[in-house]
């Protein structure tokens, strides 16, 4: 069951950041971009993953106005759910460069090509089965590139 709901929260992870334009934050507990989900849209909605406490969240603002001054109001994020019991404390989110080198704090945002996610999940330390681990490294596909 833990298993099958770490497999799942992967999946989604995988399918929403491979459409990510631009990141916004990239740190080791948090990971914030912009992607469109609606193609006819004129902005496309912030996307937040993160950890609070031992639970793993995705937070999701949609764009208020219109451009040039479309803002995202931190109070109209609609966070969700992901899956909890995560051990591995904030420490979830790797980056890599287009080398596929990991990059180390401080970095520039833009060196990001790549981002991994590792969660451990124990749903009791106490009793078996023991932690599991998931991990997936997604290519930023989409990132604007210098050529």
Do not use: C, W
């Not at 031992?54 to 931190?74: A, D, Q, R």
């Not at 969660?119 to 997604?138: F, G, H």
Request: hydrophobic share 35%; charged share 20%.
């Amino acid at each position: 069951m833990l298993q099958e709901q770490a497999a799942r929260v992967m999946r989604e992870f995988e399918l929403s950041t491979r459409a990510a334009t631009e990141l916004v934050t990239a740190n080791p507990g948090e990971l914030e971009f912009y992607r469109y989900y609606d193609l006819t849209s004129v902005s496309p909605t912030k996307v937040r993953y993160f950890m609070n406490g031992g639970t793993f969240l995705v937070g999701k603002t949609k764009p208020v106005g219109v451009p040039p001054g479309v803002i995202y109001p931190p109070e109209n994020e609609e966070v969700d759910f992901l899956i909890e019991n995560v051990v591995n404390g904030s420490s979830i989110f790797n980056y890599y460069d287009d080398n596929n080198s990991e990059l180390t704090s401080p970095f520039n945002i833009s060196s990001v090509k790549m981002v991994r996610l590792t969660i451990s999940l124990d749903r009791n330390p106490d009793a078996l089965p023991n932690m599991i681990t998931e991990t997936t490294v997604i290519n930023l596909r989409n990132m604007k590139r210098n050529l």
